[in-house]
């Protein structure tokens, strides 16, 4: 059983910066993507960016130019640079991953408890 455990939120001023970290943890698997989701209080959690296992990237148009997910494939973890953040970027972030165990031949995916991250002057 992967289990993801994330870091880095917290309050910060319109204009600022954040940076959110999510590690993956468990045995003998493998991480085929992992992204972050966002949810805000009555809205419907959104996808914000993916990263999957050969680099490629998507993006909410709505952090483009502004947000940047990357990853270390060693520590299976991954990581969202947010800049020039705004008060519509506040919301509890999750992180997602989709992973692969070899010994059950089973897709599997996982998420985390959420990060809050406040904008706010």
């Known amino acids: 059983q992967v289990q993801l455990v994330e870091s880095g939120g917290g309050l910060v001023q319109p204009g600022g910066s954040l940076r959110l970290s999510c590690a993956a943890s468990?045995?003998?698997?493998?991480?085929?993507?992992m992204g972050w989701y966002r949810q805000a209080p009555g809205t419907r959690r959104e996808l914000v960016a993916l990263?999957?296992?050969?680099?490629?990237?998507k993006y909410a148009d709505s952090v483009k130019g502004r947000f940047t997910i990357s990853r270390d494939s060693a520590k299976n973890t991954a990581y969202l640079q947010m800049n020039g953040l705004k008060p519509a970027d506040t919301a509890v972030y999750y992180c997602?991953?989709?992973?692969?165990?070899?010994?059950?031949?089973?897709?599997?995916?996982?998420w985390g408890q959420g990060t809050l991250v406040t904008v706010s002057s």
């Open positions: 990263i999957t296992n050969i680099d490629s990237t």
């Open positions: 997602h991953a989709d992973y692969y165990i070899p010994a059950h031949h089973e897709y599997l995916e996982v």
């Open positions: 468990g045995s003998m698997f493998t991480i085929n993507a």
